[in-house]
């Protein structure tokens, strides 16, 4: 042993006095036969409370800190995490302070990683730290692929054969490229907010008051809309109605799902809606109904099957871009109504500065017919709106960001020391923790700025000043405070596998909130203003966090609005 790793026992959080201690006195309190007796059962309760502090000693000094759990070893950290969900990342840090640190659980070490100026080369190093090493078992317990279609799915996922073949680097570059700025997205993001300005006007017509919870009233518009833009006129849901309960009822229990303990008795409900939902998808494929889906759709069916899965499996896979397309921007939408109508004050500067964005058609006796909402104008005239959505972002989206170690990786970054990550560790990108960050984000992380990304260049005067509009919105949609690295945004994850969808997300949100903002009154059920309601930090969703309670609303028509056709134009 060398001198070194002696030191480091030494040093290590382990009472080593104690310990020969006791194993002196032995022989003197026990009898020669029970010595044996106790000496195993001693040996395995200093072995079961010791371990993690011999790891944490004897591990590579390069590698992050390992932090034993103060009482229950191996587990304790898989329990914090299990009860405190979410916000369990930041119970540590609040104790450790480290930049990027491990716990150790029964089955896998993973690294924690707080300081954004660390995440930014670790997303970037693609290839020794795999996204979809990580991903891909959860894909499987999503939407139940069988075995075979894994083997099909897994196939060069570290670009062995080149960096294009295979399915799934088929099926990403396909939808990065359908979904990146561009006429192929603009007709989709077309398509979508003229549905919702049909829809919207439907749902809450001239006088007449809607009573809901103001997540269902975001759901029923965005899951249909949604789908009929994707998914094309025969998608799942214009096939089969009760289907967006059932999406949603999956939703809301797919964490039991995939945690497999005899599913169809444990999470019945979410079970058999999934069971459902599958179904729909599997005749969507076979009936050939994806042909008259979006592009992106269509592509995608066909390197799916092309691949070699089955009409059923590839039915399959579109439940995980369901996911990706609705689950997100429905709590996002909802979040940002709630954080603009439970704001008086904020609603009233967003309804004046979104005013600008509208055009008007009168009919012939002068009275306005039509008000038609620019979305581009939106977003290269509107900061306060832009900023408000980012901050609402900022403040909803904890999801970490996870790679697997494919290759032991060392990552160095300004101001730190290289860190070694080891082969087999799994890594979390703690975005919470980051997105709630004093020192990154200043002594007011931990409450809502909604003028946090207006920097100081970037007013309405100098959007409407700049030349290109495309420029223009560019700014708009990055103007990060100073000082913060853009590797703390993490709303939409980071490095190869960003969020392709977030250009179209931009759109279709500030759209919709901009039409709600300028349309409708949405008050507590009870009148007046409703609370802003608190983020629900002990589940962890798979995306961004939900309400602890979900507010109960009147939607109606505002005063002079109720016989005015609304528009949403890009
Ligand atoms: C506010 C709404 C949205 C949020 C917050 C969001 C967030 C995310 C995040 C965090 C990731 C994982 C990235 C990582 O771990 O580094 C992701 C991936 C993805 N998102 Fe989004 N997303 C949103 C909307 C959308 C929309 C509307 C679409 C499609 C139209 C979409 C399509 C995707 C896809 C396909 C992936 C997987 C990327 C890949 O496998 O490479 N997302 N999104």
């Given amino acids: 042993m060398s001198t070194s790793t002696l030191a480091h026992l030494r040093a290590a959080n382990i009472p080593w006095l104690q310990h020969i201690t006791v194993l002196a006195s032995t022989f003197y309190f026990f009898a020669f036969s029970e010595v044996r007796t106790f000496l195993i059962l001693y040996g395995l309760t200093a072995f079961l409370f010791d371990t993690e502090a011999l ?7 390069t590698e992050p800190p390992l932090i034993p759990h103060p009482y229950l070893p191996f587990l304790g950290h898989v329990i914090g995490m299990f009860w405190y969900g979410a916000s369990y990342f930041a119970r540590v840090n609040a104790k450790t302070q480290y930049p990027i640190f491990t716990l150790q659980t029964l089955t896998a070490r993973t690294i924690a990683v707080i300081d954004p100026v660390l995440a930014a080369p670790i997303q970037r190093a693609s290839k020794n730290l795999s996204f979809y090493g990580m991903i891909l078992e959860v894909t499987k317990r999503l939407v139940d692929f069988d075995e075979q279609s894994m083997e099909i799915i897994r196939f060069n996922l570290d670009g062995e054969h080149g960096s294009s073949e295979g399915l799934m680097n088929e099926s990403q570059e396909m939808i990065a490229s359908e979904l990146s700025p561009g006429r192929g ?3 989709l993001s077309t398509t979508q907010l003229d549905k919702f300005s049909e829809l919207l006007s439907d749902l809450v017509r001239g006088t007449s008051t809607l009573e809901i919870s103001l997540m269902d009233f975001v759901k029923r518009i965005f899951t249909i809309a949604n789908a009929y833009t994707i998914y094309g006129p025969q998608n799942p849901f214009a096939m089969h109605p009760e289907l967006v309960h059932k999406f949603w009822d999956y939703e809301s ?7 497999n303990v005899f599913p169809f008795i444990t999470a019945r409900k979410p079970w058999l809606a999934r069971k459902a939902i599958n179904e729909a998808l599997q005749e969507f494929v076979e009936k050939g109904y994806y042909r008259t889906a979006s592009t992106m759709i269509q592509k995608r069916v066909q390197i799916n099957l092309k691949h070699g899965l089955t009409t059923k499996m590839a039915g399959r896979a579109e439940l995980i871009l369901l996911f990706g397309v609705i689950g997100n921007a429905v709590p996002t939408t909802f979040w940002f109504l709630a954080n603009v109508f439970g704001r008086p004050a904020l609603l009233q500067k967003i309804r004046i500065e979104t005013s600008q964005a509208i055009s008007s058609t009168r009919s012939r006796d002068g009275k306005v017919k039509e008000k038609i909402i620019n979305v581009t104008d939106l977003k290269t005239k509107c900061p306060l709106l832009v900023s408000t959505y980012r901050e609402t972002l900022r403040t909803i989206a904890n999801l970490a960001s ?12 300004p101001g730190h020391p290289p860190y070694l990550l080891k082969k087999g560790s799994m890594i979390q990108i703690a975005s919470g923790v980051i997105h709630g960050s004093e020192s990154v984000w200043g002594a007011d992380a931990n409450s809502f700025n909604p003028t946090r990304f207006i920097s100081s260049t970037t007013s309405s005067e100098q959007f409407s000043s700049e030349t290109g509009a495309s420029i223009s919105a560019e ?7 100073k000082n913060v690295p853009s590797a703390a945004y993490r709303a939409f994850g980071g490095g190869s596998v960003i969020c392709p969808g977030r250009h179209f997300a931009q759109s279709e949100i500030l759209g919709f909130v901009a039409l709600c903002v300028q349309m409708l009154d949405i008050e507590d059920v009870k009148g007046g203003t409703f609370d802003v309601p608190e983020r629900d930090d002990q589940r962890i969703p798979l995306s961004v966090m939900k309400p602890v309670k979900e507010p109960q609303v009147v939607v109606k028509r505002r005063k002079g609005e ?5 528009r949403l134009e890009l």
Avoid: K
């Fill in 402 to 413: 996870v790679r697997l170690v494919t290759n032991t990786h060392s990552v160095s970054a």
């Fill in 55 to 61: 790891l944490a000693a004897l591990q590579d000094p």
């Fill in 475 to 481: 700014r708009t949609a990055t103007a990060l405070p």
């Fill in 253 to 259: 229990g797919m964490i039991a799902v995939m945690a």
């Fill in 185 to 187: 997205l603009n007709q």
């Fill in 562 to 566: 109720e016989d005015v056709i609304w």
